[in-house]
């Protein structure tokens, strides 16, 4: 084998090393996802907004403890935020069997779930970021994009197990199965994480997390309207499918995560090779013409042609436009940065299911991938600026 790609082999393997903490949290996180709301519902008793706020009752977390996860990773190193995420996962699975346990008291029941899902949320944070940061710090600033990259694909890949695994441990294992499964995995990450060698702290100037997020913003901008066509497909292809009379709605979801996860694996090189502005363009076209497809599709076919083309375009946004926007910050601040980055996708994700459920009420739901589109195409609009901005200082430079 040539040592070219010995040694391309060798930086995967120490990045899926690393990232293998991600897959873990994830995977904790995907298991109770499709179980939660029924249990609200039907076992608990409470209404359909209440199952859902179980739900985004993490994202919220998740959004609202970036800045932490972002100083802890910059101060106390990456490993550090691993091992406190992996823990918060463990006590989510603890308070998770807590709740099973006083189902007799509903309200009760319901708050100790809650708490899980607030403590599952500032794991999410902490390994996320973490993950990317220790991992860069062990193949180099370089390959920042296949860290990310790989990053994703760990994310995606352990909700895409997790939901089935848990409705497959309920069914066989019952309830408490879910949250003694969590506290074994999050052990498990635990004691894979304490004996690894810790990233070094790079020493310099902390800057306030509000700068670094102003520095950040037309990045994260540019994910966040890439990310709505995700959300939009995510939330409501079953009931796109349903209006249209068409079934098999769910083959829509698998085009749309293998196109994701075949992409990242094919062309997570090409950003190194192409320049991340130039990747998200690229990228950010496929999505439009997908999620246009999707709102013209005249049959079922074309539709699904239109979720695999939106899969394979918004799979390089992340980390397309993660590179340039960690690259404005010095290396000292990089977990705040990430994490900074990170929120624009967080936030995304949460108004994309009451605003495009708002339009598809008003407009139908055709109209919901039409949106979707429009925002693919201003966050490609917002890349052409911003990689055009990316040539000022070098002609001032000559200048």
Not at 148 to 156: D, E, F, L, P
Not at 261 to 283: E, Q, S, Y
Not at 334 to 362: E, H, K, M, N, Q
Request: charge should be positive.
């Amino acid at each position: 084998m040539p040592a070219e790609s010995r040694s391309g082999t060798g930086t995967t393997l120490q990045v899926v090393s690393v990232v293998l903490f991600t897959f873990i949290a994830y995977l904790t996180i995907g298991i109770p996802l499709a179980v939660l709301p029924g249990y609200v519902h039907t076992d608990l008793g409470f209404g359909s907004v209440l199952a859902g706020l179980v739900i985004s009752i993490q994202y919220l977390a998740t959004l609202l403890t970036r800045p932490y996860a972002g100083q802890v990773i910059d101060t106390l190193g990456p490993k550090r935020a691993v091992l406190y995420g992996m823990a918060g996962c463990a006590g989510s699975g603890a308070l998770m069997l807590a709740s099973w346990s006083t189902q007799g008291v509903p309200w009760v029941s319901l708050g100790l779930l809650m708490l899980a899902r607030l403590v599952l949320g500032t794991s999410e944070s902490l390994v996320g970021s973490a993950s990317i940061s220790w991992g860069i710090d062990r193949v180099g600033a370089a390959n920042t994009a296949k860290v990310i990259s790989w990053n994703g694909i760990a994310s995606y890949g352990a909700l895409a197990i997790g939901a089935p695994l848990g409705v497959l441990m309920v069914q066989h294992l019952g309830l408490a199965s879910m949250g003694v499964g969590i506290i074994l995995l999050a052990t498990l990450g635990f004691a894979l994480a304490w004996p690894k060698r810790p990233a070094a702290l790079v020493h310099g100037e902390r800057m306030p997390f509000h700068h670094v997020l102003g520095r950040v913003l037309p990045h994260g901008m540019g994910l966040a309207l890439g990310g709505i066509g995700f959300g939009t497909i995510a939330t409501f292809i079953t009931l796109y499918y349903g209006s249209r009379g068409w079934s098999d709605a769910v083959y829509c979801l698998t085009a749309f995560g293998g196109c994701f996860i075949g992409a990242r694996l094919l062309f997570a090189n090409a950003i190194n090779r192409h320049g991340g502005f130039r990747v998200a363009i690229a990228c950010l076209s496929v999505e439009s013409i997908g999620l246009a497809l999707l709102w013209l599709a005249p049959s079922p076919w074309l539709a699904l042609a239109g979720a695999a083309l939106s899969g394979f375009g918004f799979s390089l946004v992340f980390p397309a436009l993660g590179v340039e926007a960690v690259g404005l910050v010095p290396a000292s601040n990089r977990g705040a940065a990430l994490g900074a980055y990170s929120l624009f996708i967080d936030v995304s994700l949460g108004i994309t299911g009451p605003l495009v459920g708002a339009i598809a009420g008003a407009f139908g739901f055709g109209s919901i991938f039409l949106f979707a589109a429009l925002a693919a195409l201003s966050g490609l609009a917002l890349s052409l600026v911003l990689y055009q901005r990316s040539f000022a200082p070098q002609s001032n430079a000559r200048a």
